[in-house]
C-alpha cells in the first residue's frame, strides 16, 4: 500500500511569490491534516479536512494560506503571496475514519524556503 | 487539549533498554496517548498508543498507570537506527489534531 505523498520534496521561492504544495493521502482515508514547522518550532497543526470539507481549519495563520480538497482525494496547500516566515516543513498526514483515536500517517513533508 | 511534558534528550549505548516518561497532569477522558518517531528529513511516524494499562506491538511497549497522568515508552535493545526524536501527544478522539511538543532526542551510540 503507497503511503502518503508530497509533491515537491523542496520549494525555493522569492518572497511574493506564490507556491502550491501537494499532499496525496493513503487510498481510503477520508481524513486529510496540514501541519508545519517552521524553524526552530515545534510542529503545529494547520487545518483538518474529512472528505472535501473543511472540519478544523483552527490553525491556519492567515488568509494567505488557501487549502483545498477537491472530489476529497488529494489535497493543496496555496501560499500567496509567501512571506519569508512562511519558510518550513509542511506534512500532511492522513486517517481513516474509525471513531475513535485514528492513527494519522504522515508524508515525507514539503521543504519550502522562501527568500 | 492535554499538554504533554517529555525529557529534551536522552543518550544510551545500543543493546539497552530505554525508557521515555511523559507527563500529562491535565489528560482528558477521550485522550489517547500517542507516540511517534521521527528521522530527519522524514515525516513522524506512528510507533504505539494506549489509553490505559499496557500495550506491546513489535517495536515497543507503553505503559500507562491507572491515574493517566504519566506514560512510559519502552525501546527494548534500542539500535543505532532508533536515533530519532520520540514525541508523546494526547489524541482526543473529538479534535483528532495531533499537538506537538519538542520531544526527546534519543542519540543511541556503539
Known amino acids: 500500500e503507497a503511503g502518503v505523498t508530497q509533491f515537491p520534496s523542496h520549494s525555493v521561492i522569492e518572497k511574493g511569490q506564490t507556491v502550491t504544495l501537494r499532499c496525496d493521502p493513503i487510498?481510503?482515508?477520508?481524513?486529510l491534516y496540514w501541519y508545519r514547522r517552521v524553524m526552530g518550532k515545534e510542529i503545529k497543526f494547520l487545518l483538518h479536512f474529512v472528505k472535501e470539507s473543511k472540519q478544523d481549519e483552527s490553525g491556519m495563520p492567515n488568509n494567505r494560506f488557501l487549502a483545498e480538497r477537491t472530489g476529497g482525494t488529494y489535497s493543496t496547500l496555496k501560499v500567496q503571496p509567501a512571506e519569508l516566515e512562511d519558510s518550513g516543513v509542511y506534512f500532511c498526514a492522513s486517517s481513516q475514519t474509525s471513531g475513535g483515536a485514528d492513527t494519522q500517517y504522515f508524508g515525507p513533508g514539503t521543504r519550502l524556503t522562501v527568500l | 487539549l492535554a499538554k504533554t511534558t517529555q525529557p529534551i534528550s536522552m543518550d544510551s549505548y545500543e543493546g539497552q533498554e530505554v525508557n521515555i516518561t511523559c507527563s500529562h497532569n491535565?489528560?482528558?477522558?477521550?485522550?489517547?496517548i500517542t507516540w511517534y518517531q521521527q528521522f530527519p528529513s522524514q515525516g513522524p511516524r506512528f510507533i504505539i498508543q494506549?489509553?490505559?494499562t499496557k500495550v506491546t506491538n513489535e517495536v515497543a511497549s507503553l505503559f500507562i498507570p491507572a491515574d493517566r497522568k504519566s506514560s512510559t515508552l519502552s525501546l527494548p535493545r534500542v539500535s543505532l537506527s532508533d536515533t530519532a526524536v520520540y514525541y508523546c501527544l494526547a489524541l482526543n478522539t473529538g479534535f483528532q489534531k495531533l499537538v506537538f511538543g519538542t520531544g526527546t532526542r534519543l542519540l543511541v551510540s556503539p
Open positions: 491535565n489528560i482528558a477522558t477521550n485522550d489517547y
Open positions: 494506549g489509553y490505559k
Open positions: 487510498s481510503g482515508h477520508d481524513n
